[in-house]
């Protein structure tokens, strides 16, 4: 089984890096500290890109997936989707980035779990 970090140092992890690199990130709502998922909401110039969450596997590793609207939704729709999301699962966290490469950045987090 692979281990991960506790979701508040990883959630955390995620926004300096973003931040580090000059781009954008803040935790919109935190879950729980230690179990909680992570869902990223991607966007490049304030335009929606991806929500990617981290998940578990059958081999009990993490990777990242693609969930949610896709490129281009509406804010409205990612709003509706974002607060669906928190109500079926209290515990996860939402992060927004804003990310000048959007689509390394999406790849590069999808292929490396």
């Known amino acids: 089984m692979s281990e991960r970090l506790p979701a508040h140092l ?12 000059g781009d ?6 935190k879950g729980d500290p230690d179990r909680g998922s992570l ?15 981290r998940a578990l596997a059958m081999d009990g590793s993490y990777s990242w997936r693609q969930v ?3 490129p281009e ?16 699962d209290e515990d996860s966290w939402l992060i ?9 950045f999406i790849a590069e987090m999808t292929s490396q779990g």
Do not use: N
């Open 10 to 21: 990883e959630a955390t992890a995620i926004v300096r890096r973003i931040e580090a690199e």
């Open 24 to 29: 954008f990130g803040t935790i919109l709502a």
């Open 39 to 53: 869902i990223l909401l991607v966007s490049r110039r304030g335009k929606h890109q991806a929500c990617l969450e």
């Open 68 to 70: 949610g609207p896709g």
């Open 73 to 88: 939704a509406e804010p409205i729709a990612l709003a509706d989707w974002s607060q669906k999301r928190r109500k079926f």
């Open 96 to 104: 927004e980035l804003d990310v000048a490469e959007a689509e390394r």
